[in-house]
């Protein structure tokens, strides 16, 4: 047998992979993002009621036209902080064939100023995204009362 040939066979001790994506929202019906208001607004309308208890981590995922494909909860923490794992928000948009990603995450503490963290998350996400034609349009920090946008702020 060649070194550079591979046979592949059917093994219960290997794990089938499947990527599977469903929508029964028709295209000319889904949520075009013009705005960081626009998106905050659709965040709003999916985030839970724990905006002022926990830090909590969610995406928007984005086709080409900037539409809303759907929105997933990355992690849900403290209320000082949330754990993310940029492999996660990656993998969830490829299984939604995203062409770009809005990232959010809540201050239960009212706090709008984004901490050293949150900039490190951006970049790693922007950075990430670029290798897999993912945009990172923008990063969202919610509060209660108000939002932070770093692409508003000129920091995407």
């Not at 034609?133 to 919610?142: G, M, N, R, T, Y």
């Given at each position: 047998m060649n070194k550079n040939t591979y046979i592949i066979t059917k093994s219960d001790?290997?794990?089938e992979v499947q990527v599977s994506?469903?929508?029964?929202?028709k295209a000319q019906d889904r949520k075009k993002i013009t705005s960081s208001k626009?998106?905050?607004?659709?965040?709003r309308s999916v985030w839970s009621d724990k905006i002022e208890y926990i830090e909590e981590v969610l995406i928007l995922l984005l086709n080409r036209q900037n539409q809303v494909l759907g929105w997933c909860k990355i992690s849900s923490g403290g209320t000082s902080s949330s754990v993310v794992d940029p492999k996660v928000i990656f993998q969830i948009?490829?299984?939604?064939?995203?062409?770009?990603?809005?990232?959010?995450?809540?201050?239960?503490?009212?706090?709008?100023?984004?901490?050293?963290?949150?900039?490190q998350l951006?970049?790693?996400?922007?950075?990430?995204?670029?290798?897999l034609?993912?945009?990172?349009?923008?990063?969202?920090?919610?509060t209660e009362d108000s939002y932070y946008s770093y692409a508003d702020e000129g920091q995407i």
């Open positions: 001790q290997l794990a994506y469903s929508t029964k929202i626009e998106s905050v607004d659709v965040l948009a490829l299984n939604a064939n995203a062409s770009a990603i809005i990232l959010s995450h809540n201050h239960p503490s009212g706090n709008l100023k984004p901490s050293e963290a949150d900039n951006t970049k790693r996400i922007k950075e990430g995204g670029k290798i034609e993912i945009l990172l349009l923008d990063h969202v920090i919610i």
